[in-house]
């Protein structure tokens, strides 16, 4: 129990984040950030150490997404207004321009095929290995290296016609 507490600190951010960027719906990676840790209370005995305790936690939290992803359709999810703290001296202009900016790159993102998403959120704001990428995903590496390349090239020419639309 003590140690799924320990793993519980060092990951559920993380963990979130990538179910997050997997549906774009805070609640539901709320829900299978919270049904992954239960699932690693309950597999923790049986762990081998076969790979890297951070590469299982993600096959978890992948596997329980590709399930809720089956039940489930996707929805698009609105972008929410928020609050901003003016005393850091942003100008309001300067928090319009970075909300626009993070929009662009939003729906940029959303645009992607799933597979594109998954492994350049696992690279770029995950920082995951290639081979941790590998695992997770069940894939080769040279078939996530090229994948992620693909990504971002059609990362870049989604935002980039996002951004022309917005001029």
């Known amino acids: 129990m003590e140690r799924v507490k320990e793993l519980y600190q060092v990951y ?11 549906t774009f719906d805070y609640h539901v990676a709320e829900e299978l950030t919270q049904e992954t840790f239960y699932q690693i209370l309950k597999a923790i005995p049986g762990f081998r ?15 329980l997404y ?10 698009t999810v609105s972008i929410d ?14 928090i319009l321009e970075r909300k626009e900016k993070h929009k662009l790159i939003k729906q940029a993102f959303q645009k992607l095929p799933e597979k594109y998403r998954e492994v350049l959120w696992l690279r770029d704001w995950q920082e995951l290995s ?3 990428i590998a ?11 090229v994948n992620i390349h693909r990504a971002r090239l059609a990362f870049k020419k989604y935002f980039l016609e996002r951004s022309a639309l917005n001029e």
């Open 49 to 63: 150490g076969d790979c890297h305790v951070s590469t299982w936690i993600y096959k978890i939290a992948r596997n």
């Open 12 to 22: 559920e951010r993380y963990i979130f984040q990538y179910l997050y960027g997997l």
């Open 130 to 132: 290639y081979a941790e």
């Open 135 to 145: 695992a997770v995903t069940n894939h080769s590496i040279p078939w996530v290296k």
């Open 66 to 75: 590709c399930g809720w992803r089956r039940k489930k359709t996707f929805t």
């Open 81 to 94: 207004a928020g609050t901003y703290d003016f005393s850091n001296g942003e100008s309001p202009e300067d």
